[in-house]
């Protein structure tokens, strides 16, 4: 659709907007579960688990998904960043330069939070599936798990500062797009940034390897007991 030289196009494919929103969820109920304590650590440890299974999918996705999933379209070098702060070049169809360090910064925290969660333990009724592995190795995931919580709410921070910077000073939604796929682009600049492609093939790909993920993530909570007390 194209008006006043202004188009919309489809940016954001529904697998990868499932992902953002269910990983925006997931973090939530963790870092309350974790601040309540005592028997909602249960869930989370659920919650844990359930953001690994989202890292993982949205790393393969970043490599296989349409055009602007993938970490080949958006992750740029050096000399992108620099000119995108000069304004040289501000027109970007999915993650900008800044966009892109920040979904890398976020998906390594993240990521390697759930991960650390893994051989975690809280001394009291809670641990990790793999926590049995090794004592010393445990105690420090403890500890990098402990530090890196707030290197992820700094992160946070940050992200949603930026969110609000671009919708008041250079009045660019960001949150919508991510909501319904669709976003605003020059009617110029259609060439360089078509549409991605959101179609039922890669839709049916996304569930697929939801499914394998998820066995894959049912298999590894298995390897040793954790404590229910739901």
């Known amino acids: 659709m194209e008006k006043h030289g ?35 650590m249960t869930w989370h440890v659920r919650f844990g688990l359930t953001i690994l299974g989202l890292i993982v999918f ?5 490599f296989c998904g349409p055009r602007y999933a993938r970490f080949a379209q958006f992750v740029r070098g050096p000399r992108y960043v620099l000119d995108y702060l000069r304004g040289r070049r501000l027109h970007y169809a999915g993650h900008n330069p800044l966009g892109a ?6 998906l390594a925290s ?32 403890t500890g990098l798990h402990d530090i890196n919580q ?18 008041r000073v250079r009045g660019i939604r960001l949150v919508g797009p991510m909501l319904s796929g669709d976003a605003p682009i020059a009617a110029y600049a259609l060439a360089e940034h078509p549409a991605a492609d959101d179609s039922w093939r890669y839709r049916l790909s996304a569930l697929l390897l939801c499914a394998a993920i998820a066995a894959l993530i049912w298999w590894l909570q298995g390897l040793a007991p954790v404590a229910d007390f739901s």
């Open 101 to 106: 360090l920040s979904v890398l910064a976020l």
């Open 6 to 40: 202004i188009a919309t196009i489809r940016v954001w494919d529904l697998p990868t907007r499932l992902f953002h929103w269910a990983l925006v969820a997931c973090v939530l109920g963790s870092f309350i579960t974790v601040k309540l304590g005592g028997l909602w």
């Open 150 to 167: 707030w290197i992820m709410v700094a992160l946070v921070c940050v992200h949603v500062g930026a969110i609000i910077w671009y919708r």
């Open 58 to 62: 949205r790393i393969i996705w970043g």
């Open 110 to 141: 993240f990521g390697f939070q759930a991960f650390s969660g893994l051989f975690a333990n809280d001394d009291v009724m809670t641990t990790g599936p793999l926590a049995y592995l090794s004592d010393s190795l445990s105690d420090t995931m």
